[in-house]
């Protein structure tokens, strides 16, 4: 019986280890699959592209002849509407998540908003870029503007943010507030000096995957009717506008393939922007996860 029982014990084992090596294998493969591809994207862009990266083509706005087309207005475009998009969306996004978590009853009404909530982190961007039509552009009358562009994709982003800004809050050792409270702090004083504080590493985590997807999205600007071609710069947030996902868009529906060298170029500074972006977002991250 003994020999038998050792015998199972092994096979077990055996098995386990088995399947072990086997789920290794299949995510190695899978990981690897995706930086391949990855790979030969960005070869691809750059290849393409690097060789109109001039000085005039940051300097030209976009025009009919490939080798005189540039990116002014969409850089300028695209940073007025995410100076809008990044400070909106986190004063709501946070205020909303702070009140869930913190301030609202655990009842009915307060699970239905939040299912909603998470429905609408997947619903697709084109939905979103039909509310701001609706509610900005025509209701509010802000016509094709910057702040109506950048009121929409607050839009969108939103929910992502308000999850991941609840995640963050939930994270925060109950012990740090008890002791905030205990030492005589007000409820807002322990969300100001210790909730939120502590929380940061986890809210611009998901403000850092919310503004990426914002960079990158053309069909909700599309749907309020910013412009595909324009010579000049933003001057407030008044002003009609363009931004790069939109000028790299006009560029690939070009049938001139000289053009498509173009939107490569643009990809790649569009690719440097957000990861400039992402670089500063990493750092406020770490210096305050350093410090909680």
Not at 162 to 172: G, H, Y
Request: net charge positive; aromatic share 10%.
């Amino acid at each position: 019986m003994g020999l038998i029982n050792k015998e199972k014990v092994k096979k077990r084992i055996g098995m386990r280890l088995f399947k072990s090596t086997l789920s290794r294998g299949l995510f190695f493969l899978a990981t690897s699959f995706g930086l391949i591809v990855l790979a030969i994207l960005i070869y691809r862009v750059i290849n393409q592209g690097a060789g109109h990266l001039s000085l005039d083509f940051f300097t030209n706005f976009a025009s009919r002849k490939p080798e005189e087309a540039g990116i002014k207005a969409a850089i300028y475009g695209t940073i007025w509407l995410m100076a809008i998009t990044g400070p909106v969306s986190l004063i709501l996004g946070v205020g909303c998540a702070i009140y869930l978590e913190l301030y609202a009853r655990k009842n009915r009404f307060t699970r239905f908003i939040q299912m909603n909530i998470s429905n609408l982190a997947g619903v697709p961007s084109i939905v979103f870029g039909l509310l701001g039509l609706t509610v900005f552009v025509r209701l509010l009358s802000l016509d094709r503007s910057v702040l109506a562009g950048g009121l929409t994709m607050s839009l969108l982003i939103l929910p992502v943010i308000v999850v991941a800004a609840q995640e963050a809050i939930r994270a925060v050792p109950k012990e740090l507030q008890e002791a905030s409270y205990g030492m005589g702090a007000t409820k807002w004083q322990t969300i100001r000096r210790v909730i939120l504080p502590a929380a940061i590493p986890g809210i611009l985590t998901g403000a850092i995957l919310a503004l990426s997807r914002a960079v990158g999205e053309t069909a909700p600007l599309i749907m309020i009717g910013a412009m595909t071609y324009i010579a000049f710069v933003p001057e407030n947030i008044w002003s009609a506008f363009t931004a790069m996902p939109i000028q790299i868009y006009n560029w690939t529906s070009r049938p001139q393939v000289a053009f498509h060298d173009v939107a490569a170029a643009g990809i790649i500074v569009l690719l440097v922007m957000l990861i400039l972006m992402n670089s500063i977002a990493i750092i406020i991250r770490n210096k305050f996860s350093k410090r909680y």
